[in-house]
């Protein structure tokens, strides 16, 4: 079975994302929940666990929603920190073995509110996305290990972020 390693937001954020992808997904093709997808495709074993578990003793830490990327059909809202990028390099390293290509490629962090739309709509909503857009903060505050169940995602496990005592 497929897993997939999402990075979790604070629920405030969390909703904001979903409302805007609800809003503005198609509807019969939104079969999971606003993400930020950390790794695409992990096997689902317990070396995996161990080691997001392990990652998750840390403390929450703020990103920033800097910007808005047109996908051609869709359209995504870009994410920076430094502290991101160090978790992606720290688990891109322990799971060196099982990355597959899409999860080799140089990280960049957005979320998806809109995709498989028309051209045009995409490009229409990206335009009034951008006229309102100003940058803000979410709190990262976990890592959700997904089941990729050929189209819709079952959450398998929950890790939030707390400092190592």
Known sequence: MTTILTLKLDPASQARFEALRQQHYPKHLNQIPAHLTLFHQLPSLQEIE??????????????????????GRGVAFTLASAELHRLHAELSQ????????????????HIVVQNKATPETARALLAQLRAEFRPFPVQAVGLDLWHYLGGPWELAQSFCFHPMP
């Open 94 to 109: 322990r799971f060196e073995g099982y990355l597959t290509a899409q999860d080799r490629q140089k990280f960049q962090p």
């Open 50 to 71: 161990a080691t997001v578990q392990h990652a998750a003793q840390r403390s929450p830490f703020p990103v920033e929603v800097n910007g808005l990327r047109s996908l």
